[in-house]
C-alpha cells in the first residue's frame, strides 16, 4: 500500500503544495488545468447547489451582490450569472484571484459567455490575494469553492472571519471532504475528465489535504459562526453555509 493510500485510509489531513500553485506554472499547462476543475465543478454540480442558497435571498427583488474569494478561471460565477440571467433573479459579481492568468482567463469566459447571449453579463474580476489583502464590503453574499483545502487551519478560520465581516447576508463555502471514498473518486473523476496531469496529481491530492465534516464544523465554531450549517454534498463535498442573523 502506497503512503497516499494508507493516508487517505488513515484519515490523517495531508497539506502538500499543488503544482497549480507553483510560480511560473507554463501557460498552456495551467489553461488545461483550469479547464478540467471547471469540468470538475459542473459534474459536481456546485453552481447548482450555491444557487439553491443564493436565490432565496432574491425575494425582495433588490440586486443581489455575489463576491467570490479564489475564482480562479470564472467558470462558477459565469454559471451562476447564466442562472440568474435566465430565471430573471437581479444579481452582480466579483471574483477575487491572486493569479493575473487565472483572472485573464476568467474575463475572457465573460465575454465570450456575453456574446453568446447577446448581452452583457454583470461579472468582473479582480486580482487580489484574499488572505493577505482586505475583502471589499457592500456584498450580499461572499462565497468561497475549492480553496479550503489548500489552507492550514489558522489561515482558513481567519478566511472564514474575513467572509463573516464581507457578507450581509451570508457565506457558502463548498469544497472537498477527506475521506477514502473521496480519494477514489479523485483518482477516477480526475482521470475520466481532463487530461492535465496537474488535475490528475493535484485532485487525489487536494482530497488528503481537505477537511473532514467534523473538522469543517470546528472551524466555523473557531469563527464565530453560530447556527452555521455544515452538511456533506454529492459527490464527496462539504458545504458549509451561515446567514446573518
Same mark, same amino acid.
Given at each position: 500500500?502506497?503512503?497516499?493510500?494508507?493516508?487517505?485510509?488513515?484519515?490523517?489531513?495531508?497539506?502538500?503544495?499543488?503544482?497549480?500553485?507553483?510560480?511560473?506554472?507554463?501557460?498552456?499547462?495551467?489553461?488545461?488545468?483550469?479547464? #478540467? =476543475?471547471? %469540468?470538475?465543478?459542473?459534474?459536481? /454540480?456546485? $453552481? *447548482?447547489?450555491?444557487? !439553491?442558497?443564493?436565490?432565496?435571498?432574491?425575494?425582495?427583488?433588490?440586486?443581489?451582490?455575489?463576491?467570490?474569494?479564489?475564482?480562479?478561471?470564472?467558470?462558477?460565477?459565469?454559471?451562476?450569472?447564466?442562472?440568474?440571467?435566465?430565471?430573471?433573479?437581479?444579481?452582480?459579481?466579483? #471574483? =477575487?484571484? %491572486?493569479?493575473?492568468?487565472?483572472? /485573464?482567463? $476568467? *474575463?475572457?469566459?465573460? !465575454?465570450?459567455?456575453?456574446?453568446?447571449?447577446?448581452?452583457?453579463?454583470?461579472?468582473?474580476?479582480?486580482?487580489?490575494?484574499?488572505?493577505?489583502?482586505?475583502?471589499?464590503?457592500?456584498?450580499?453574499?461572499?462565497?468561497?469553492?475549492?480553496?479550503?483545502?489548500?489552507?492550514?487551519?489558522?489561515?482558513?478560520?481567519?478566511?472564514?472571519?474575513?467572509?463573516? $465581516?464581507?457578507?450581509?447576508?451570508?457565506?457558502?463555502?463548498?469544497?472537498?471532504?477527506?475521506?477514502?471514498?473521496?480519494?477514489?473518486?479523485?483518482?477516477?473523476?480526475?482521470?475520466?475528465?481532463?487530461?492535465?496531469?496537474?488535475?490528475?496529481?493535484?485532485?487525489?491530492?487536494?482530497?488528503?489535504?481537505?477537511?473532514?465534516?467534523?473538522?469543517?464544523?470546528?472551524?466555523?465554531?473557531?469563527?464565530?459562526?453560530?447556527?452555521?450549517?455544515?452538511?456533506?454534498?454529492?459527490?464527496?463535498?462539504?458545504?458549509?453555509?451561515?446567514?446573518?442573523?
Amino acid at each position: 500500500m502506497n503512503q497516499y493510500l494508507s493516508i487517505a485510509l488513515s484519515g490523517a489531513r495531508r497539506l502538500e503544495p499543488e503544482i497549480m500553485d507553483q510560480p511560473g506554472l507554463d501557460a498552456a499547462d495551467h489553461l488545461h488545468a483550469l479547464a #478540467g =476543475l471547471a %469540468r470538475v465543478n459542473w459534474l459536481s /454540480g456546485v $453552481a *447548482r447547489a450555491l444557487w !439553491a442558497e443564493i436565490a432565496p435571498l432574491a425575494a425582495s427583488g433588490q440586486t443581489l451582490r455575489v463576491l467570490d474569494l479564489a475564482s480562479g478561471g470564472g467558470d462558477l460565477l459565469v454559471a451562476l450569472a447564466r442562472r440568474a440571467n435566465r430565471t430573471g433573479v437581479p444579481m452582480t459579481f466579483l #471574483g =477575487l484571484d %491572486r493569479s493575473p492568468f487565472a483572472v /485573464g482567463l $476568467a *474575463r475572457q469566459r465573460v !465575454a465570450a459567455a456575453s456574446r453568446s447571449l447577446g448581452q452583457a453579463l454583470p461579472v468582473d474580476f479582480s486580482i487580489a490575494d484574499v488572505l493577505e489583502d482586505p475583502l471589499p464590503g457592500s456584498f450580499d453574499v461572499v462565497t468561497c469553492t475549492l480553496f479550503f483545502h489548500h489552507l492550514p487551519e489558522d489561515s482558513a478560520v481567519v478566511l472564514l472571519e474575513k467572509m463573516r $465581516a464581507a457578507a450581509e447576508q451570508m457565506l457558502l463555502v463548498n469544497d472537498l471532504a477527506r475521506g477514502w471514498l473521496g480519494y477514489w473518486l479523485a483518482q477516477f473523476v480526475c482521470h475520466l475528465t481532463s487530461r492535465s496531469y496537474i488535475v490528475r496529481r493535484d485532485g487525489p491530492a487536494s482530497v488528503r489535504a481537505a477537511f473532514s465534516l467534523d473538522e469543517a464544523r470546528r472551524l466555523a465554531d473557531a469563527a464565530g459562526l453560530v447556527g452555521a450549517r455544515v452538511g456533506r454534498r454529492w459527490p464527496h463535498r462539504f458545504h458549509l453555509a451561515w446567514s446573518r442573523g
